[in-house]
């Protein structure tokens, strides 16, 4: 006797999966090569160090090479983490929103008003980075998970389909029963 399993199409459930995990692997890639850049970038502090005749111009130096870092900081979050194929379609949001919301407020208005790349501004990004790339990895175990349970389904009704003895003998006692 075979018994008749009503079909159900899991294939829409397993790209929305697919997707998803796709997507957030993208970004926590992205995020830890914005983490190597910033690692990468030359710090300063400034030095305010004048000459015997009071000049200037080593301090503007200095400055003119931290706000430049601050520049490739930004520039290194755009080509990164917003360089992403989805985040346009995802996000949508300007690199400092968009920082303000993955790493915090403060940083993002650190890199955009301060004006110089310090070490420690430096190692705040770094670490607050490290959290995004945590996150992600944290959104990627349940993800997983439900793509296991969704093979075990495919496998369980590929099964019933075939007209297991094993579950055929189930389904008539469970009819049985009603």
């Known amino acids: 006797m075979r018994i008749e399993t009503p079909t159900i199409d899991l294939d829409p459930q397993q790209r929305i999966l697919e997707r998803e995990h796709r997507q957030i692997t993208a970004e926590r890639r992205a995020f830890e090569r914005f983490s190597s850049r910033i690692v990468d970038l030359e710090v300063r502090p400034v030095h305010h160090v004048a000459g015997s005749s009071g000049s200037v111009g080593t301090v503007r130096r200095v400055t003119e090479t931290t ?81 296991a349970a969704l093979e075990d389904v495919r496998r369980l009704i590929t099964e019933m389909q075939g007209g297991s003895p094993r579950l055929q003998s189930w389904v008539t006692d469970l009819r049985s029963m009603c």
Do not use: K
Request: aromatic content about 6%; charged content about 25%; glycine content about 2%.
């Open 67 to 147: 706000q430049a870092g601050l520049r490739e900081v930004q520039q290194a979050y755009t080509e990164t983490v917003m360089s992403v194929s989805h985040y346009d379609d995802v996000y949508a949001e300007s690199w400092d929103e968009h920082m303000a919301e993955e790493l915090s407020e403060e940083l993002a208005v650190a890199i955009r008003t301060a004006t110089q790349f310090d070490p420690r501004l430096q190692q705040s990004i770094v670490d607050a980075t490290a959290q995004a790339v945590t996150r992600r990895t944290n959104l990627l175990e349940p993800i997983n998970a439900e793509q």
